[in-house]
C-alpha cells in the first residue's frame, strides 16, 4: 500500500498565481479531507469529502479555495489567486467509514511569495 | 467552536525518561486519537481510544479517555531519541459517520541523549 500520495512535495509561487494541490487517497478509503497546518493555528480542516461528495466546506477560508473530488482515486485543492498569507503546509489525508483513524499524506508545503 | 487544549506545548527531556501529555476540552468526544509528526511528514496514528475510560498500549505508548469524555492522556515510557517529534491529540464526535477530527495544537518532545 502506497498510502495517500500527495504532489508537490514544495511548491514556491509568486503572490497571484494559481496554485493546484493533488492527492491521491488509499484505495478503497471512501472519505478524503483536506488540512492546512501552520505555526498560528495548527491543523485545520478546510473541507472533507465522502463517497467523492463535499460534506463539509465551512473550513474553506474564502472564495479562493476550491476543492474537486472528481473520483474516487483524486483530489484537488485550488488556490486562485494566491496570496503571501496562504504560505502553509498543506495535508490530505483519507479514511474509511468504519476507521476513525485518519491515514495522513507527507503534505506540500506552500511558499506564495 | 470545540477546541481542544493541549499540554505541554513543549517538553525537553532527557533520554530514558518517562513522559506525560494531556489534552483537555469542556466539550463531550466520542472518539480521541493520539498522533505523532515527524519533521517534514504528515501525522501518523499512534493510538485510538474509543470508549470512556478505555486504557490502551501500544508498546511504550499508553493513552486512556478520560471518564468525563472530555479528557485524554497519553505516556511515553523510557523515552529514546527516535521519539523526538510533535504529538497531537485529536478528538472527534459524530458518531456512526465520519465528521470532523478536531486536533489540539501540538506538544513538541525533544529528547537529550
Known amino acids: 500500500d502506497a498510502g495517500v500520495i500527495q504532489s508537490p512535495r514544495h511548491e514556491v509561487t509568486e503572490m497571484g498565481q494559481e496554485v493546484t494541490l493533488r492527492c491521491k487517497p488509499i484505495?478503497?478509503?471512501?472519505?478524503l479531507f483536506w488540512y492546512r497546518q501552520t505555526m498560528m493555528r495548527g491543523l485545520e480542516l478546510l473541507i472533507y469529502f465522502n463517497n467523492n461528495v463535499p460534506i463539509d466546506d465551512s473550513g474553506m477560508p474564502e472564495d479562493r479555495f476550491s476543492a474537486k473530488m472528481p473520483n474516487a482515486s483524486f483530489s484537488t485543492l485550488k488556490i486562485q489567486p494566491s496570496e503571501p498569507r496562504d504560505s502553509a503546509v498543506y495535508f490530505c489525508?483519507?479514511?474509511?467509514?468504519?476507521?476513525?483513524?485518519?491515514?495522513f499524506g507527507s503534505g506540500t508545503r506552500l511558499t506564495v511569495v | 467552536g470545540q477546541q481542544l487544549n493541549q499540554s505541554p506545548q513543549s517538553m525537553f527531556i532527557q533520554e530514558g525518561e518517562d513522559v506525560s501529555m494531556n489534552c483537555t476540552s469542556s466539550s463531550i468526544f466520542n472518539t480521541w486519537l493520539w498522533y505523532k509528526q515527524d519533521p517534514g511528514e504528515g501525522p501518523v496514528l499512534l493510538i485510538a481510544l474509543y470508549k470512556a475510560g478505555e486504557l490502551t498500549s501500544n508498546g511504550r505508548l499508553t493513552a486512556q479517555f478520560g471518564i468525563t469524555r472530555k479528557d485524554s492522556f497519553l505516556n511515553i515510557s523510557a523515552s529514546i531519541p527516535s521519539d523526538v517529534g510533535i504529538y497531537f491529540c485529536?478528538?472527534?464526535?459524530?458518531?456512526?459517520?465520519?465528521?470532523?477530527?478536531?486536533f489540539g495544537k501540538g506538544t513538541k518532545l525533544s529528547v537529550k541523549p
Open positions: 485529536a478528538g472527534e464526535n459524530y458518531g456512526g459517520s465520519q465528521g470532523n477530527l478536531i
Open positions: 489525508a483519507s479514511s474509511t467509514d468504519r476507521y476513525y483513524g485518519y491515514t
Open positions: 484505495s478503497g478509503h471512501n472519505s
